[in-house]
Structures are given as structure tokens and as C-alpha cells.
């Protein structure tokens, strides 16, 4: 699979933003994914790049999470921001990458995202609990690049 569109359908893209609906109703924390063809750097060097690209280091809490995919070069990476690097420990993703390798290497790339994605926002919730005068401050739909 070498082009970004054939990595899901409309209907997987919609189940994923649907995933990052749900998930951004139990935390504060911002959570956003981006799809691109490849890349020639550390995917989580690229993925820092497009967290800055897309403005997520503005969020108050600086509490915005990437998923970032690199579709041709099946790479992927999930970055956080420093008001969450500053609480959790440094293995805090493995778990939330190991869910989502399991599923990348059976080719069930909707199901990959969808449950990274929920892992993310149960993560979150832990340290950014939903507030009531909370705002999604950054775009749910998927980025392309």
C-alpha cells in the first residue's frame, strides 16, 4: 500500500474521528492523527515535526497527542506534549504502540487506530480528567500530508 487514500476508506476515516470524539469526551487532552505516504526520517522525528506544523503545541494544558503513520514506509509514532511528558514516565505510549502494532501487522489499519486511539484517551484521562468548561481546542478529522 504506497498511497495515503488507500489506507482507509471514507467510512474507516469516519469510525476514526468518531474513535477521537469519544475519546476527547473523557479527558481535556487533544488527540489527532496524520497520514502521509512516507518518510525519510525517525517517524517520531517527523511526527514532532507535524505536531508543531498543525499548531498542537498551542493547546492550553500543551496536552495534544500525535499518531502519526507513514503509510509506504509502515512507520508510525505517537507524540505527546511536554504538560504530558512532564507527569508520566517515559514508556507512558508502549502500551498504547503495542496495541496498535498487533493490529498494523494484520492489516487492520481502522481497527489500529481506533483502539490506539481509545487507549490514548484512557491514558489522558488519568492525567487530564474532562473538565465542564473544557473545549476541543484542535481539528478531529485527520490530516493528511
Not at 66 to 81: C, E, H, P, T
Not at 114 to 128: C, R, S
Request: aromatic share 6%.
Amino acid at each position: 500500500m504506497s498511497k495515503v487514500e488507500d489506507f482507509l476508506t471514507k467510512a474507516e476515516e469516519a469510525e476514526v474521528v468518531e474513535a477521537i470524539r469519544l475519546a476527547e469526551k473523557n479527558t481535556s487532552g487533544e488527540i489527532r492523527v496524520h497520514l502521509e505516504k512516507e518518510t525519510s526520517i525517525a517517524p517520531i522525528e517527523r511526527a514532532v515535526e507535524v505536531f508543531h506544523e498543525l499548531g498542537m503545541d498551542t493547546t492550553q494544558l500543551r496536552n495534544g497527542v500525535i499518531i502519526y503513520v507513514a503509510v509506504k514506509s509502515k512507520q508510525f509514532a505517537i507524540y505527546g506534549d511536554q504538560g504530558i511528558n512532564d507527569k508520566v514516565e517515559g514508556d507512558f505510549w508502549d502500551c498504547t504502540k503495542d496495541i496498535m502494532v498487533s493490529h498494523f501487522k494484520t492489516g487492520n489499519n481502522v481497527q489500529a487506530l481506533v483502539e490506539g486511539i481509545h487507549n490514548a484517551g484512557e491514558q489522558l484521562k488519568k492525567h487530564f480528567p474532562f473538565e465542564d468548561d473544557d473545549t476541543d481546542e484542535l481539528s478531529n478529522e485527520i490530516s493528511k500530508g
